[in-house]
């Protein structure tokens, strides 16, 4: 039976992953239990963990006979090749009737939608639900409970909650990440592994060393965050607006999750018996005893600060069941002549799988032959910027589309409506976008419907970073585009967003070649992707700025290749600039500049309709030329080569980013779909990657 309080239900979900954990937990004092398949769900790297189809079946009807419910993840990001395994996927946990599925792709629900399916759907806390307008568009897609953001506190849910009347859900026990959901791509570019498809080989808890202003500071893990313990705050939550008390834990083993359930449905049984002499502390020593990491309650009442950041070795990638490394620091991979000539192979000529099979080659597309060379002679320059200075440059560079950036990087500040008036009279044929911020307040959104609402500006549309967004903006007249934060890896979600007024997409920027090809060939809208610069591989309102004040310096060392005022995290292997943005928000960059300039030709004749420079963190002078060195390939690609030997880089070096990487399907489900093979990752450190246990 539910549990409820005052007439609100709350519900204890606990983690099972595999058949047998669930056979005992169901039986612990717990509501639902949430549990992936054999594919397609983010906690794909512990061998024998996940459910068959067929103990998905049997743990659905177990659960219902109990009287308590059932979730299915299916939280991945999709590639093109997994899009008919998912369709059968779906059918069958149609039949499989599970309570709901957790969600975090849009081709997901496209596919339900057009498969006529009627299963219940979850959003991800992948999806980063974070403000009314986004509640407000999936509640208008049928969407019934949303999974939050991480870095939601408590006010904002019971808003949320009584604004929208929304189902919330909230981890309230286990591992979590410092960065935005689905806004870390760093074990992406650096690994060929997707954060966002279950194979995240966590980087943030690496033993970094914080310099700034010429200092260095001992850090030790500056991103390795402490495990969420709600454990004292069951009141705080029902009072929050929250129905599902969530812990994580996937990849547990059984004693540990049935220790959990039974002190969380404990505590909540007590509470709800007798609120006023609640005792919020009776078995915190015994999960303090038995915990994998050190506590915090995170975002839950405000930003943490220090406080949320894990000093003992667990803060670190390893394998709990082993204590051995899974992940060390590892530097972007140098942009070389051997993997040029592969990618170029690839994209021209055909090649061989591994299986022996021939692939046809990569270029080929659904475009006609008209279609094509229209895409092609239409291929332009974009250029997101920091500061009007900026814009300038890129202008006189011959840039075609400039984004006022809408998290610009201190000490500049946000764009003025005067500057975007300048900016305005002097951009000539070139288009100029006002870009919102990648996480949107109620007050944000309040600041830039005013801004759209008002008098026309002169600009030529909007960069939107949010589904919110999308739905707030898109009937204000101005053109939409969508920045590379919505995660578009298939055509299906291209499509979603076609389908709300989105005009031309960013792709996914970890997009390995396979998939970069396949979604190049098949997306019903123009597509651009970030070609050059050193975009924010992890995007976060944990304030590193801020952290490092509080240290003692232990040397003195000048950065490398920004400025001192820039933090930069420091391994053996590079330095990675962290910049802060005016909200106070911090953007971890590559350490070499990403750099597909070798590749215009080829990116040219695959579709890509739009070339865009990252140009925030650039001189004006250092933008001017790369912007002019790009628009002079696309006028004559054949010279994109011999461009790229006369461009030097302005940091550590150049990389290729996720194009490093073939990628393709991350896994098939036996007897469903027509997905097989994995990820190709041929790094040191991720040998033996599915060995034992990861959390």
């Given amino acids: 039976m539910a549990r409820y309080f005052n007439g609100r239900e709350v519900e204890l979900l606990a983690p099972v992953g595999t058949f047998e954990i669930f056979n005992e937990v169901i039986k612990a004092n717990c509501d639902a239990v949430y549990f992936g398949g054999p594919s397609l769900n983010m906690r794909m790297m512990r061998k024998g963990y996940n459910f068959t189809l067929e103990e998905i079946t049997e743990a659905v009807k177990i659960a219902h006979s109990l009287g308590k419910k059932a979730y299915v993840t299916v939280n991945n990001l999709l590639n093109e090749g997994e899009i008919e395994e998912a369709k059968d996927y779906l059918r069958f946990l149609e039949q499989a009737a599970p309570d709901a599925i957790i969600v975090q792709d849009f081709a997901v629900l496209a596919l339900i939608k057009q498969l006529n399916l009627s299963i219940p759907v979850h959003s991800s806390v992948m999806m980063n639900v974070h403000n009314v307008e986004m509640v407000r568009a999936l509640q208008e897609m049928g969407v019934t409970r949303v999974v939050t953001s991480r870095e939601m506190d408590l006010h904002t849910t019971r808003y949320l909650q009584a604004v929208t009347g929304m189902e919330l859900e909230y981890f309230i026990h286990g591992d979590m990440c410092s960065v935005h959901g689905a806004n870390c791509y760093f074990s992406s570019l650096v690994f060929g592994m997707s954060s966002n498809r279950g194979k995240c080989l966590k980087p943030c808890r690496w033993d970094y060393r914080i310099k700034k ?3 260095v500071y001992p850090s030790e893990y500056p991103l390795a965050v402490k495990d969420m313990f709600m454990y004292e705050h069951i009141p705080e939550l029902i009072h929050g607006g929250i129905t599902s008390f969530k812990i994580e834990g996937r990849m547990r083993d059984k004693e540990f999750v049935i220790m959990l359930v039974n002190a969380y449905g404990d505590a909540i049984d007590r509470y709800i018996n007798d609120p006023a002499g609640f005792e919020r502390s009776k078995d915190t020593e015994l999960l303090y005893q038995n915990r994998k990491r050190d506590f915090s309650t995170a975002y839950a009442f405000g930003r943490p600060g220090l406080s949320n950041i894990n000093k003992r070795y667990e803060g670190t990638g390893k394998f709990y069941s082993t204590g051995k490394v899974f992940s060390t620091p590892t530097e972007e991979r140098e942009l070389g002549v051997k993997r040029l000539d592969e990618i170029r192979d690839k994209w021209s000529g055909g090649s061989m799988d591994e299986g022996g099979r021939h692939s046809d080659k990569l270029s080929a597309t659904l475009l006609t032959d008209s279609g094509r060379t229209e895409k092609q002679s239409l291929a332009e320059v974009s250029v997101h910027v920091n500061n009007v200075t900026q814009a300038k440059a890129a202008l ?24 975007i008036m300048e900016l305005a009279a002097v951009k000539g044929q070139a288009k100029l976008y006002v870009c919102l911020p990648r996480m949107m307040t109620e007050l944000h959104f309040d600041i830039y419907d005013a801004l759209l609402s008002g008098e026309r500006l002169p600009i030529d549309g909007v960069m939107v970073t949010n589904l919110g967004a999308v739905r707030k903006f898109a009937s204000k007249g101005y053109p939409l585009v969508g920045d590379f934060n919505l995660n578009v890896y298939n055509r299906l979600s291209a499509g979603f967003y076609s389908e709300l007024g989105v005009e031309r997409l960013t792709a996914s920027m970890e997009l390995p070649l396979l998939d970069f090809t396949a979604l190049l060939a098949n997306s019903p809208v123009p597509l651009e992707a970030i070609v050059h610069g050193s975009p924010a591989l992890m995007y976060m309102e944990h304030d590193l700025y801020e952290n490092a004040d ?6 003195e060392e000048d950065n490398q290749f920004v400025d001192n005022s820039v933090l930069v995290l420091m391994t053996d292997k590079g330095e990675n600039p962290v910049y802060r943005d005016a909200y106070g928000r911090n953007h ?12 215009v030709k080829e990116l040219k004749e695959a579709g890509l309709s739009v070339f865009r420079i990252e140009g925030a963190t650039y001189r004006p002078e250092q933008l001017g030329t790369i912007v002019a060195t790009y628009k002079a390939a696309l006028a004559e690609p054949d010279t994109a080569v011999e461009l790229f030997a006369a461009l030097k880089p302005v940091y550590a070096g150049y990389t290729l980013g996720a194009l490093q990487f073939d990628g393709g399907p991350a896994g098939g489900v036996a007897g469903v779909g027509a997905g097989a093979g994995a990820d190709k990752v041929d790094t040191e450190a991720a040998a033996g990657l599915v060995t034992s246990g990861l959390v």
């Fill in 213 to 215: 202003d010429g200092n």
């Fill in 396 to 419: 006189e560079a011959g840039a075609d589309h400039i984004y006022l950036s809408g998290d610009v990087f201190e000490p500049d500040r946000p764009f003025t409506k005067a500057e």
């Fill in 550 to 555: 509080v240290f003692q310096p232990i040397g």
């Fill in 588 to 599: 971890l960059t590559l350490a070499k500049e990403l750099c597909l300039l070798p590749l």
